[in-house]
Structure formats: structure tokens, C-alpha cells
Nanobody, 128 residues
Framework: QLQLVESGGGLVQAGGSLSLSCTAS????????MGWFRQAPGKEREFVAG????????PYLDSVKGRFTISRDHARSTVTLQMNSLKPEDTAVYYC?????????????????????WGQGTQVTVSS
């Protein structure tokens, strides 16, 4: 059973940066698609960023393109979301996710039901 644990959330001022980490245990991440979702109060959970198992596909939510960067370290079984130029609208609980498929079209990436494993979430709060 794959387990995902996020860390790195917190409070930051608008324009600042945070780095979220997701550490996996139980299985190696080599063949899994990995990603991040977020959910703000009163809103639907939405896809933020993903990386295919081979690292050659990295889809992003349009509103975070150019500000967020996803990366993964197979040796350490970690996935990182570097978030720069943060905005108050980025405030949400961020979830690390993993899927047993290696890559897919954008509709697959965006569908929360396509993911098999979820972390417990980490709060990110951006003050104005």
C-alpha cells in the first residue's frame, strides 16, 4: 500500500514562496503518475500540477503556470511543488496524489477520481 505524506505548508505573504514536499512509503514511485490537487473553502477540489512517471509530461492548472513547478526524485520517493509569486487565491489545502497509470491526457490528469492514493493534505495560506 502506497502512503503519501505532505509537508511544507504554512502562512506566507502575497508574492512569497513555499515549497511543498510529498514523501511516499510502502512502494517506490517509479511507475506512478504523481501530482497535486488543492481545495479552497467552499470550492471544488482542483488539479494543480502533475508529472508523468517518466518526467516528460508536466501539466499545470492555467492559473499557476509560470509560478509553480513540480519535480520528483525517484531515489528519495519524493515529489515537490515549488510555489513562487503566491497569491491570496492560492490559499487552500494542498493534496499530494498518485495514480497507477504513468501518463494520460489532460482530462485524466484533472479528474480526481483517476487517482488511487491521496495524502492527508497540508494548508497553504497566502495573506494579502
Amino acid at each position: 500500500q502506497l502512503q503519501l505524506v505532505e509537508s511544507g505548508g504554512g502562512l506566507v505573504q502575497a508574492g512569497g514562496s513555499l515549497s511543498l514536499s510529498c514523501t511516499a512509503s510502502g512502494r517506490t514511485l517509479g511507475s506512478y503518475a504523481m501530482g497535486w490537487f488543492r481545495q479552497a473553502p467552499g470550492k471544488e477540489r482542483e488539479f494543480v500540477a502533475g508529472m508523468s512517471s517518466g518526467g516528460d509530461n508536466t501539466p499545470y492548472l492555467d492559473s499557476v503556470k509560470g509560478r509553480f513547478t513540480i519535480s520528483r526524485d525517484h531515489a528519495r520517493s519524493t515529489v515537490t511543488l515549488q510555489m513562487n509569486s503566491l497569491k491570496p487565491e492560492d490559499t487552500a489545502v494542498y493534496y499530494c496524489v498518485a495514480a497507477v497509470w504513468s501518463d494520460g491526457n489532460i482530462a485524466t490528469w484533472r479528474d480526481r477520481n483517476e487517482y488511487h492514493y491521496w495524502g492527508q493534505g497540508t494548508q497553504v495560506t497566502v495573506s494579502s
